[in-house]
T-cell receptor, first 113, second 117 residues
Framework: AQKVTQAQTEISVVEKEDVTLDCVYE???????LFWYKQPPSGELVFLIR??????QNEISGRYSWNFQKSTSSFNFTITASQVVDSAVYFC??????????FGPGTSLSVIP | EAGVVQSPRYKIIEKKQPVAFWCNPI?????LYWYRQNLGQGPELLIR????????DSQLPKDRFSAERLKGVDSTLKIQPAELGDSAVYLC???????????????FGQGTRLTVV
């Protein structure tokens, strides 16, 4: 089965707190790609990061960091020192061998000033 | 560079009426996707085009939904007749040629919010 799970439906944090969004994926493919997208209230999905299954190196981009662990089939996303502008719905997604992109249900993040 | 453009942004129609959505992908992107996003859920693929060919339409409800991308550039998605359950956001996305670079990400438009009453 191909599946992406984001167990956290909604998260609220106070500004400047760190927050981690969880993503667990399920696939039997050996080659696959993982993505994170942000969907602000305007509705447009904004691409944040892509990872392929052969690259487990973690990545940091400013206040954003991603932790990819194949052993636990997880691709978690951490925002450090959160800001109000980070409030959005965040989607984890996976592309498998059939080029089908499967999205998780999303995590709604509210950053309170 | 212009992103993916969709129109209209919002549409309200009565059930059993037809409706059409339009999408213009990013210039040079051969792959075009239509997704449907229900409230509180992630997007679900309806159809994927490589140029003008629909290579994956397995999730498209073909009894009432149709799509076309005649010249391999812009695309329209049609629903006829619309049902109450079709109320959702319809998202268009595009990416570089999937057959050449499978790891490319998709870029999304702002979507069309459809309300069927």
């Amino acid at each position: 089965a191909q599946k992406v799970t984001q167990a956290q439906t909604e998260i609220s944090v106070v500004e400047k707190e760190d927050v981690t969004l969880d993503c667990v994926y399920e696939t039997r493919d050996t080659t696959y790609y993982l993505f994170w997208y942000k969907q602000p209230p305007s509705g447009e999905l904004v691409f944040l990061i892509r990872r392929n299954s052969f690259d487990e190196q973690n990545e940091i981009s400013g206040r954003y960091s991603w932790n990819f662990q194949k052993s636990t089939s997880s691709f978690n996303f951490t925002i450090t020192a959160s800001q109000v502008v980070d409030s959005a719905v965040y989607f984890c997604a996976m592309k498998t061998s059939y080029d089908k992109v499967i999205f998780g249900p999303g995590t709604s993040l509210s950053v309170i000033p | 560079e212009a992103g993916v453009v969709q129109s209209p942004r919002y549409k309200i129609i009565e059930k059993k009426q037809p409706v059409a959505f339009w999408c213009n992908p990013i210039s040079g992107h051969n792959t075009l996707y239509w997704y449907r996003q229900n409230l509180g859920q992630g997007p679900e693929l309806l159809i994927r085009y490589e140029n003008e060919e629909a290579v994956d339409d397995s999730q498209l409800p073909k009894d009432r939904f149709s799509a076309e991308r005649l010249k391999g550039v812009d695309s329209t998605l049609k629903i006829q007749p619309a049902e109450l359950g079709d109320s959702a956001v319809y998202l268009c996305a595009s990416s570089l040629d999937q057959s050449r670079a499978r790891n490319t990400e998709a870029f999304f438009g702002q979507g069309t919010r459809l309300t069927v009453v």
